[in-house]
């Protein structure tokens, strides 16, 4: 079965804005059973039709350019042993490393947002909290050490005076930190050991078919019933003409940002050299002056020297 393939923002746009889809996408990474999902008010990141003939020249555009990560925000009813509990997802796209900076703000946007809050009764009073936030990172790079496809960041709470886990939670704490879920895009396999896995070889960029990697073919009885609906959703977005027409887009902006980010590092990388050499220059010019200070003393020795001399010698 061939499919659009979804590591292009418009693709994964295309995705993920089909509601089924993306409680069934979502509830399968964080391994937690979504009652209900909503969108929440937001703006599509690295729209690509906005950016249509738009030149990206300058070094400041190039930092602050958001068009290397997409995002979208969800409102998750979850269903747990203790009943139903109410978060924030935040699921972020990204293309380059240096776009860690970017999820730092987006994290932060959503930590201070008066919205995302909830009322909490303890005893026998309401309190406002914020609501709990989780974190899903689908990187198109690797990270520095760790190959993992997929990696899960939970938290514990634990007293520190036992060394023991404690198993219930707190709105406190919960309003301040959060679980995340990455995927290293580059680092999936044709290994298959569970449903995860599988879902996630919708990204495998080694099934591509054509020279611009934008058709993967994968095998539609490789995927159990329940996923079908995604692969079905991008075989769809392989016959919209509009969704393939920004695909080229895309490649035509990210080609330009990369030439970009290059001229940036080699740029940062002169500059560096350059502030080095002027370090050693630095360095070498106060070896200088000590010499010459060194020279003047001897030579002001001297001078009392040969004052002495012809004192004596009168």
Do not use: C, W
Request: aromatic fraction near 8%; charged fraction near 35%.
């Amino acid at each position: 079965m061939l499919i659009a393939n979804p590591i292009y923002d418009v693709v994964f746009k295309y995705l993920m804005e089909d509601a089924k889809v993306a409680k069934l996408m979502i509830s399968s990474i964080i391994g937690e059973d979504i009652e209900n999902l909503s969108f929440l008010p937001q703006e599509f990141i690295a729209e690509i039709e906005k950016s249509e003939g738009a030149k990206i020249s300058k070094r400041k555009q190039i930092r602050m350019d958001p068009l290397t990560v997409y995002r979208l925000d969800f409102s998750a009813n979850i269903k747990t042993a203790d009943g139903y509990k109410k978060v924030i997802i935040e699921l972020q796209k990204a293309k380059f490393p240096a776009d860690i900076m970017r999820f730092r703000k987006y994290l932060g946007e959503q930590f201070s947002n008066k919205d995302n809050f909830q009322k909490v009764k303890v005893g026998s009073r309401f309190r406002k909290t914020g609501l709990p936030i989780i974190s899903i990172y689908f990187l198109g790079h690797k990270l520095d050490y760790t190959k993992s496809s997929a990696i899960k960041v939970s938290r514990q709470y634990i007293d520190l005076m036992t060394n023991k886990i404690i198993e219930t939670k707190e709105s406190f704490i919960e309003s301040l930190t959060l679980d995340s879920f990455v995927i290293q895009i580059p680092y999936l396999t044709d290994k298959r050991r569970n449903d995860l896995e599988i879902l996630l070889s919708v990204f495998d960029q080694r099934n591509n078919v054509d020279k611009d990697h934008h058709i993967l073919n994968v095998m539609e009885s490789e995927f159990p019933e329940k996923y079908r609906p995604i692969i079905r959703k991008l075989q769809k977005a392989v016959e919209d003409n509009e969704v393939r027409k920004k695909m080229n887009m895309e490649d035509g902006i990210i080609d330009e940002l990369e030439d970009l980010e290059r001229t940036i590092d080699e740029l940062e990388q002169e500059y560096e050299t350059v502030k080095q050499e002027n370090k050693t220059v630095k360095h070498e010019n106060e070896i200088v002056k000590h010499e010459n200070d060194l020279v003047k003393q001897k030579l002001g020795t001297v001078e009392k020297e040969n004052e002495t001399v012809k004192q004596e010698n009168e």
